[in-house]
């Protein structure tokens, strides 16, 4: 059985950072996992922010993230992150990262903004950001 557990949320003002991080029990992430980062804000549907290759040589962003948020991924410490600069209130939601273990560990060809396409789940971190 695997568990996804996030951690590094809080509350903090516009403007702060965060770093979130995601860690891996049962299975380790350095075996062709792909990782992606997931938000949902209250009474709004899940946003696809971010997924990094098993690697780490490769990373996808969407417009969310771009130009303030950077997924990173340290295998030896079977841990990914999600750097968040430059918070804004509408950065407030719940963050999930999510993993599946595939074929080479690539984002090439994946579904990797579709949360339906990930196999196991976090419980979720709170990020808030007040004005």
């Known amino acids: 059985q695997v568990q996804l557990v996030e951690s590094g949320g809080g509350l903090v003002q516009a403007g702060a950072s965060l770093r979130l991080s995601c860690s891996a029990s049962?299975?380790?992430?350095?075996?062709?996992?792909?990782v992606g980062w997931f938000r949902r804000a209250p009474e709004k549907e899940r946003e696809c922010v971010a997924a990094?290759?098993?690697?780490?040589?490769?990373?996808n962003y969407t417009d969310i993230a771009k130009s303030r948020f950077t997924i990173s991924r340290d295998n030896a410490r079977g841990t990914v992150y999600l750097q968040m600069n430059s918070l804004r209130p509408e950065d407030t939601a719940v963050y999930y990262c999510?993993?599946?273990?595939?074929?080479?560990?690539?984002?090439?060809?994946?579904?990797?903004?579709?949360?339906?396409?990930?196999?196991?789940w976090g419980q979720g971190t709170q990020v808030t950001v007040s004005s």
């Open positions: 990094v290759s098993w690697s780490g040589g490769t990373a």
């Open positions: 999510a993993a599946r273990w595939q074929g080479d560990g690539s984002l090439s060809g994946t579904s990797w903004c579709d949360g339906y396409w990930y196999d196991w």
């Open positions: 049962g299975r380790a992430f350095n075996m062709y996992a792909v």
